[in-house]
């Protein structure tokens, strides 16, 4: 079989890699002609993935049609960009399985309700969990959330894609696997942040448990199910991002945390931190949802420039409450 990846991003090359290892064939759609180049010519993504080899079954290209005339799609633009490349892309009626992780900015939109309005015909399906794209592609074992309203077709999709060390668990909750994956990025920035300001492993693991209650209410809030965010897609991917420095949302955190500014340490890096274009949005959209959501505003005011000893005072000077709400 066929597999068509929009994205030749880290993790668009590394499902492209394990998606082979079924005897199927790759179109992956990569938007630069180097990366393109160092796929086909040295079977390596050098720019997002080095040191990865890949196989001869991967086939990069800069043709979206190409790409679009098989089914499944797996989509793994960044958030922010998805609607710019799906408008480009013929919408043959394939299945579409969207891997990235965000909050469309201006429209607060899901990228589901982005995928729809911009492919017509396609069923969709949204791929999320804990996922480093490094451990994926060196076929470490990895179970993801997949998920479509359409439950047969979450079960369709998890027959295609599942292979031996990757193993979906099928849901209908598509708005709740989406906003676990969104809203654990704008976290793993604070708890990064925890860490450059060497606040220790107590003030982590508080965060980490504050951040999913916050997480909770505001995914309660617009239509997800509260096992949706227990699941892998939410905690599981929480607790993954938010203890590692392989997480590029983790690291950013760690850098404010030691002082510096977001758009000086954002300028030397090719590579997408999801969550520093979510948390304005999501703090938008929580207030709209009349949501309290105090670790995102915090990352906010950071990534605005705001003192970390300051934005430190202001969460643990809040009022005290009770811990169920
Ligand atoms: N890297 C990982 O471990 C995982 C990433 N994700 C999600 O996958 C999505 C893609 O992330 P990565 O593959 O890690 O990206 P990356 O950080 O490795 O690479 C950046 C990507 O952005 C693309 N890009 C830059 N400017 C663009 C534009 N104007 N239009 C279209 N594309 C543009 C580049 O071509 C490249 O593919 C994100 O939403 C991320 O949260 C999800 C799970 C794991
Ligand atoms: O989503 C991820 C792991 O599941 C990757 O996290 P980062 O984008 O923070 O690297």
């Known amino acids: 079989m066929t597999i068509g990846i929009v994205g030749g991003g880290a993790w668009g090359t590394a499902l492209a890699q394990t998606m082979t290892g079924n005897d199927s064939d790759v179109r992956l759609w990569v938007r630069e002609p180097e990366v393109i180049e160092s796929i ?17 079954h991967v086939r ?46 201006g429209s607060q939109k899901f990228l589901h309700h982005v995928a729809a309005e911009t492919v017509s015909h396609s069923p969709i399906a949204v791929l999320s969990g804990p996922t480093f794209a490094h451990e994926v592609a060196q076929g470490l074992p990895t179970a993801v959330t997949l998920a479509a309203e359409n439950m047969e077709l979450a079960q369709e999709l998890a027959a ?58 505001y995914g309660l809030a617009r239509g997800a199910k509260a096992e949706t965010l227990a699941g892998l897609s939410g905690l599981g991917d929480l607790v993954l991002t938010c203890s590692s420095t392989s997480s590029r949302n983790f690291s950013l955190g760690v850098a404010l945390g030691r002082g510096g500014s977001a758009d000086a340490i954002m300028a030397d890096r090719k590579t997408v931190a999801e969550g520093a274009f979510t948390a304005p ?45």
């Open 40 to 56: 086909n010519e040295r079977h390596e993504n050098a720019v997002y993935l080095p040191g990865v080899k890949l196989s001869e």
């Open 160 to 217: 295609v894609i599942a292979r031996p060390a990757l193993r979906p668990y099928v849901s209908s909750d598509v708005v709740g696997a989406e906003i676990g994956g969104a809203v654990k990025n704008v976290l793993a920035i604070a708890c990064g942040v925890v860490d450059g300001a060497g606040l220790g492993q107590n003030a982590r693991a508080a965060l980490i448990a504050r951040g999913f209650a916050e997480m909770t209410r």
């Open 281 to 325: 949005v999501l703090r938008e959209s929580a207030e709209e949802a009349g949501v309290d959501m105090p670790v995102t505003q915090a990352v906010c005011a950071l990534l605005d420039g705001a003192d970390v000893g300051d934005v430190i005072d202001g969460l643990l000077n809040r009022p005290l409450r009770e811990e169920g709400v």
């Open 60 to 105: 990069a290209t800069d043709d979206l049609a190409w790409v679009a005339e098989v089914s499944p799609v797996l989509v793994v633009t960044p958030a922010q960009h998805m609607r710019s490349v799906l408008s480009n892309m013929p919408g043959k009626g394939q299945a579409l399985i969207l891997c990235s992780k965000g909050i469309e900015a």
